[in-house]
């Protein structure tokens, strides 16, 4: 038996996809004032057998959002800007989140070192990660979102 696949071809393929002011400035407001101390975790980092804790690849706190009433507007915004990167650019079977958000708080000392976005374990089922710019670039310096495209 022969299989034929014939995928659509990429005319705008990217490694990443860059969208200005997907939120308004009210919005990132109230994004950044559901973060509470009593919720922190330290971060964890997926692997083949569950999540562990590493120092030496990140270090910070953050905090779940589950789609909720409360927070379902940020997932609907988020689905509409990953759809049409999606739809434009990489035509991916998607299927929806398959975690909370995750809101992270960088200070003094914290960091995520170079890491891929998939892996084995919970990390396998990842197609499309997104990051957002919740602080404005000057309150921190030194501490910009960088890709290591191959």
Same mark, same amino acid.
């Given at each position: 038996?022969?299989?034929?696949?014939?995928?659509?071809?990429?005319?705008?393929?990217?490694?990443?996809?860059?969208?200005?002011?997907?939120?308004?400035?009210?919005?990132?407001?109230?994004?950044?004032?559901?973060?509470?101390?009593?919720?922190?975790?330290?971060?964890?980092?997926?692997?083949?057998?569950?999540?562990?804790?590493?120092?030496?690849?990140?270090?910070?706190?953050?905090?779940?959002?589950?789609?909720?009433?409360?927070?379902?507007?940020?997932?609907?915004?988020?689905?509409?800007?990953?759809?049409?990167?999606?739809?434009?650019?990489?035509?991916?079977?998607?299927?929806?989140? +398959?975690?909370?958000?995750?809101?992270?708080? +960088?200070?003094?000392?914290?960091?995520?070192?170079?890491?891929?976005?998939?892996?084995?374990?919970?990390?396998?089922?990842?197609?499309?990660?997104?990051?957002?710019?919740?602080?404005?670039?000057?309150?921190?310096?030194?501490?910009?979102?960088?890709?290591?495209?191959?």
């Amino acid at each position: 038996m022969k299989y034929i696949f014939d995928p659509p071809q990429l005319s705008d393929f990217a490694d990443f996809v860059f969208y200005e002011e997907a939120f308004s400035a009210e919005e990132v407001d109230t994004i950044r004032k559901y973060w509470r101390d009593e919720k922190v975790k330290a971060a964890s980092v997926a692997a083949e057998k569950g999540e562990y804790y590493s120092s030496e690849i990140r270090k910070t706190d953050v905090q779940f959002l589950e789609p909720t009433a409360q927070y379902n507007w940020i997932f609907e915004r988020l689905s509409q800007c990953v759809a049409g990167a999606n739809d434009s650019r990489y035509h991916f079977d998607l299927q929806g989140f +398959y975690e909370p958000l995750q809101l992270a708080r +960088y200070t003094e000392g914290h960091f995520f070192d170079w890491h891929f976005d998939f892996g084995a374990g919970s990390a396998s089922v990842r197609k499309i990660s997104i990051s957002i710019q919740l602080s404005d670039a000057e309150e921190y310096a030194r501490r910009d979102l960088t890709f290591r495209i191959h």
